[in-house]
């Protein structure tokens, strides 16, 4: 059994391990109410007779377990406290019913405030690490990944966008009721929920969800989008959500977000500067969507995996090559503290630009070492290998050391597990050369 994780220690119980969410929500907007009803499928991990929710700014007002009104519950600051009807031993399968509202609102934690949060006209959820407690009770932990299904009743002047799959909304009494699907494994911190004046669009397969008056503007900002997953596809293999969302908020956000199948960027986001950003969120879909670390230590996984994927868009559209890019960041790095270990960054740091770029660079000095061909089958064997499962950093030293014996062995210690940034090996001639890569079949760039 897996045991809490040391960077959000209290979050999650390990006792046991869900197997799907059944969320109904109702919300108002202009009130900012919310009611749910939330049916929790779990699986005991070892013989328990109770267990606990992360559940934090909302109220609970009945619990049952398997329908049985027999079953108590405590509630604090941070959770519930379920006491079964009776004993569940390991391998068991139970149900945990949750009924509960409240006026939903961000928690406070070391990476600032997360979760639900109110927009000028709207709503949307940024629930990485902590956040997902903040509008429904959960098994906050990254590796107790299960299947969703998301429905949210709001007023009829609203458009919601949500983890899954879209069914057609139902518009009654002033109201409508949007419901989506999600068959493939989520993390909690990875499930949304977006509402706004929004309308949709499509540019392709993907869904575009806007303000009206945003919307031209959007579908010319991200219309590079199907090509970008069509270069992903040929770079780390077939794309592996169900659904490809973009939301554009009427908001200005800090920073765009990524959620299972789904990415989000603010009004502000139409930007040269930010462009990049694009092809970051939409890597994530396979690195830290599909791909999802056990651990928030191996937060590189994620990261440093998305911030390569920008450089290999960025080549195969005729920017700047990975070569170039990954000098330049170097450079950067070089000159920023030397303190950081990417292997295990610690909570505060686990989010600090460095993880990002050490461990995009970690990549590129594999790629050198080991050729462009031998570097990009790693890389889509690595992907295909873990398709919707759990990946740590020592699987992915087993992966390298399958390939490149002890050079590849000593190439990430170096990297992941000294603080000291290393020299990039030199790129040899068919790495530095701009050319288009291996692995990208598409079109050229366009205008």
């Known amino acids: 059994m897996i045991g809490p994780d040391p960077y959000t220690p209290r979050s999650g119980d390990t006792s046991f391990d869900v197997v799907s969410y059944d969320l109904d929500l109702h919300y108002r907007v202009h009130t900012n109410r919310l009611e749910g009803r939330a049916i929790v499928n779990a699986v005991a991990a070892e013989q328990v007779r109770s267990v606990r929710l992360d559940l934090v700014g909302l109220r609970a007002s009945r619990v049952r377990v398997d329908g049985d009104a027999r079953t108590r519950h405590q509630q604090d ?96 009494g002033g109201a409508t009721r949007w419901e989506f699907v999600s068959d493939v494994p989520t993390a909690t911190y990875l499930a949304a929920v977006h509402i706004g004046p929004y309308r949709e669009s499509a540019l392709g397969d993907v869904r575009l969800v806007a303000p009206t008056r945003l919307l031209p503007a959007a579908r010319r900002w991200f219309a590079d989008v199907p090509r970008i997953l069509e270069c992903f596809e040929a770079a780390f293999g077939p794309y592996p959500q169900e659904q490809c969302t973009i939301v554009v908020t009427p908001d200005d956000l800090e920073i765009p977000l990524e959620a299972q199948g789904l ?27 599909s791909l999802g670390v056990e651990k928030w230590r191996d937060i590189w996984l994620n990261e440093g995996f998305a911030c390569f994927a920008e450089w290999v868009w960025s080549e195969a559209s005729g920017g700047p090559t990975i070569a170039e890019l990954a000098e330049e960041h170097h450079t950067r790095l070089r000159a920023l503290p030397q303190d950081l270990v990417i292997s295990d960054p610690g909570p505060a740091l686990m989010f600090d630009d460095r993880v990002y770029k050490r461990g995009a660079l970690t990549l590129e000095a594999l790629r050198r070492t080991l050729g462009p061909d031998v570097f990009a089958g790693l890389l889509r064997d690595w992907v295909a290998a873990h398709r919707h499962s759990l990946v740590t950093t020592d699987v992915y030293r087993e992966a390298v050391e399958r390939i490149a014996g002890a050079v590849g062995t000593t190439l990430l210690a170096e990297w992941l597990d000294a603080p000291v940034l290393p020299p990039l090996p030199e790129a040899p001639p068919d790495v530095a050369v701009r050319a288009r890569p291996r692995w990208f079949r598409g079109r050229g760039p366009q205008g």
């Not at 609102?105 to 629930?127: C, F, K, M, N, Y």
């Open 263 to 289: 990415v989000v960027f603010g009004a502000n986001h139409f930007e040269p500067e930010t462009s990049r950003l694009i092809s970051h969120e939409i890597a994530h879909q396979w690195f830290g969507n």
């Open 77 to 172: 600051a941070a959770g519930l406290r379920v006491r079964l009807p009776r004993v569940i031993e390991p391998g068991e399968e139970f149900s945990i019913e949750v009924r509960y509202a409240g006026s939903p609102r961000p928690r406070r934690s070391t990476w600032g405030t997360i979760g639900w949060e109110e927009l000028e006209d709207g709503v949307l959820v940024a629930a990485q690490p902590i956040g997902a407690p903040t509008w429904f009770p959960c098994n906050d932990r990254p590796d107790d990944r299960a299947r969703f299904r998301i429905a949210v009743t709001t007023e009829d002047d609203y458009v919601v966008a949500a983890t899954g799959v879209p069914r057609p909304p139902v518009r009654t």
